[in-house]
């Protein structure tokens, strides 16, 4: 479904990625992990179209989407949450989902401004899609919420019910878990699960919880200063000793492990 080939993104000198591959498979969930600066937040924004490689190549469903522009990529079928929550503050978590379908409303102004039948089952439609998607995150009591009144862990809830409400055929989720609770964790890994087995999303996953990642993962990607040092289902990786001396920063014994 997705493929990078030797993609390299640069900053002022500085190579944040360094000739990175990997290919994301249908119906899998995919995670890239990595210690700080590894460069696996700007994946998300070169597949999102924020930054441009300086060499290399992305594919999505055998199309360049390196020809794309950002909002042309989710009407492709890409859409992700934000490591830092980047929601409307001062709307509420029912208006904050229904932006997620804004790529999908294609009413001109003038019947909008009219009020058309068209329009107002199309926004009834909206509404009810929203209402299954609070449902299935259990945050529908906080429909009316301002975000802002919101603890973290349901803005992080937010974002993520705004990615899907865009029904992608990719879902990008930037370390969905950090800053939660184990309870909160624990709700986090049940939906990643559901999003894969009930509604046959495709997940690629950045995320620093080398619990929830050995718990979910199908396959591992593990950059370290921009480039992938390793790559194989969750175990191989867990015990993996560059992995290992990646993120502790020495050499451990044989029987080391993530964890």
């Known amino acids: 479904m997705l493929k990078f080939e030797d993609v390299t993104v640069q900053f002022a000198g500085l190579t944040a990625v360094n000739k990175l591959s990997f290919e994301v498979e249908q119906g899998k969930i995919y995670s890239i992990i990595g210690p700080n600066g590894a460069g696996k937040t700007t994946v998300f924004n070169c597949i999102s179209r924020f930054y441009t490689p300086v060499s290399g190549s992305i594919t999505f469903n055998g199309e360049d989407l390196l020809k794309r522009k950002p909002h042309q990529v989710i009407e492709k079928g890409i859409a992700r949450s934000f490591q830092n929550v980047e929601l409307f503050a001062e709307m509420t978590v029912m208006d904050n989902l229904l932006t997620g379908l804004h790529p999908q409303m294609k009413k001109n102004i003038l019947s909008i401004a009219l009020n058309l039948p068209s329009v107002r089952r199309d926004e009834k439609k909206a509404v009810e899609k929203a209402k299954e998607v609070m449902k299935m995150l259990d945050i529908e009591h906080l429909a009316e919420e301002k975000v802002s009144n919101l603890a973290f862990g349901n803005q992080k809830m937010v974002d993520i019910g705004r990615a899907i409400m865009a029904e992608p ?36 996953l950045i995320e620093h919880d080398m619990s929830l990642i050995m718990k979910i993962s199908d396959y591992v990607t593990v950059m370290n200063f921009g480039q992938k040092i390793a790559s194989g289902v969750p175990k191989e990786v867990q015990n993996n000793p560059v992995v290992i001396e990646a993120y502790l920063g020495v050499e451990e014994e044989e029987n080391a492990q993530l964890v």
């Open 169 to 204: 055929k990719l879902i990008l989720l930037d370390e969905p878990v950090a800053g939660m609770n184990s309870s909160e964790t624990e709700k986090i890994s049940e939906l990643i699960l559901k999003l894969k087995e009930e509604l046959n999303y495709t997940v690629l």
